[in-house]
């Protein structure tokens, strides 16, 4: 084996390929056929989408559970511990796994060249096969077409929101980003399309691929009360608790999620009872996570406008408190664009840099906040960890701490967390 330790391999990992993002399938393609990884005898589910992605997924992963169905399942970025991308059952594999998937994948290669992004997804594919789960559930990368999970048929493809992000990969519009995510769609398969915003765009593409095409709003819908809300369809009606996890936008994720088990085997598919118990049991570290500390904590890993917007709606929702916002993003990102849709939510503006190479500057950062506002009140901080343990100190019942701009500023502040403040 390369190296003795997890932390070792993806150290390597991120300097052994020429480029950090590099789409394409015929090297990751050529390396899985290898090691007999493009056929696994589960089923398959995979996740496309720009916001949401990681949230059906945990959905998923509930509903399974409660249901006694075994899964695997394959995300990115994680919060914490990379071991978190990989799950079965719900739960991270351990790192002697993982480290002994990637020297079979190093062994496996020969001289073909391998970006982290591959090297993960082949260890994944080899370990949920290994596992021998019931259902592989698949969150797409970037994009869909060029992505490394696109080298699996998919028996059912799951298309959650659409909105601008990675714009110098997929296109500058959603209409070209849309066409691009939708090509994990295959032939005679069923592709759902939970969100409206670009559904022509969409049904084309199912038609270009020949998938059967499952349109939110027209082949399913819902309908939202105060403590129940309802899913309905031709065939099925459900009338189930709210998500787990607050905002609109997650009855969107759910009903995505409920229309593609419809498509499962017979053997598969939940009953009502599971997917009640497990919308109740959903739950995600970053997804507008609340604690009650000396004063109140929420986690978000909004990063993009359209996810700014949901995060915005969701403050609305809560009881009036003076709103404190610790923003790191990255500079690849539209931050101007965040920024200005949070504005009207924030009273004070906390600004730091994430501790990896692509955070933007806090200068930009805060240049953006004073063009959207030059009457902003703002503080700058040289680590996100000095902005949040001085916040933590001053804080009190009537104010709200909101951490947000990307998966990196989350893991630096809520990894400084007790568990004790963690199960508050």
């Known amino acids: 084996m390369r190296f003795n330790t997890l932390s070792q391999w993806l150290d390597w990992l991120e300097v052994t ?5 590099d789409l394409g399938l015929e090297r990751v393609s050529g390396v899985a056929a290898k090691m007999e990884l493009l056929e ?4 398959v589910i995979t996740i496309g989408g720009t916001n949401g992605k990681g949230s059906s997924v945990s959905l998923f992963e509930c509903i399974f559970k ?10 990115s970025p994680h919060v914490h511990q990379f071991n978190e991308r990989i799950r079965i059952n719900g739960e991270p594999v351990s790192d002697q796994q993982i480290m002994h998937a990637f020297a079979a994948i190093d062994e496996a290669r020969g001289e073909t060249s391998l970006s982290y992004f591959e090297f993960s997804t082949l260890a994944a594919l080899s370990l949920l096969q290994q596992a021998q789960v019931q259902v592989i559930l698949l969150e797409v990368g970037l994009g869909g077409r060029l992505d490394a999970t696109n080298i699996i048929d998919t028996n059912i493809a799951l298309i959650t929101n659409i909105a601008l992000d990675h714009m110098h990969f997929l296109g500058d519009t959603v209409e070209l980003i849309a066409a691009e995510k939708a090509a994990i769609a295959r032939r005679n398969k069923p ?17 270009k691929y020949g998938a059967h095409f499952i349109q939110a709003g027209m082949d399913y819908s819902i309908k939202i009360n105060d403590d129940h809300w309802c899913w309905e369809s031709n065939e099925d009606s459900y009338q189930l608790p709210a998500p787990g996890l607050q905002g ?6 759910a009903a995505g999620v409920i229309a ?23 739950n995600l570290p970053g997804r507008f996570e609340r604690y009650q500390l000396d004063y109140e904590l929420i986690f978000d890993v909004a990063h993009n ?12 929702q809560l009881k009036p408190k003076t709103t404190h916002i610790l923003l790191g993003i990255l500079g690849d ?16 503006w906390h600004l730091s840099s994430a501790q990896v190479e692509r955070a933007l500057d806090v200068d930009n950062l805060e240049k953006s906040v004073l063009d959207a506002d030059p009457n902003a009140n703002i503080n700058c901080y040289p680590t996100l960890v000095e902005a949040w343990r001085h916040l933590n100190s001053v804080l009190g019942p009537h104010e709200r701490l909101v951490v947000t701009g990307s998966f990196h500023t989350i893991d630096e502040v809520r990894s400084r967390l007790t568990a004790s403040e963690l199960s508050s």
């Open 17 to 21: 390929h020429p480029l950090k993002i």
């Open 40 to 43: 696994p005898e589960a089923t």
């Open 66 to 75: 409660a249901a006694g169905v075994s899964t695997g399942s394959y995300t």
């Open 191 to 207: 592709m759902i399309c939970a969100a409206n915003e670009v559904t022509p765009v969409l049904a084309e593409q199912a038609k």
């Open 248 to 253: 609109r936008h997650q009855y969107d994720n």
């Open 260 to 282: 593609a088990l419809s498509y499962l085997p017979d053997e598969l598919q939940p009953n009502t009872e599971s997917i009640a118990e497990g919308l109740i049991n959903l």
């Open 305 to 316: 406008p359209h996810s700014a917007i949901a995060l915005a709606e969701n403050l609305k």
């Open 333 to 348: 990102k539209d931050y101007t664009g965040l920024v200005t849709t949070l504005q009207s939510e924030v009273e004070y």
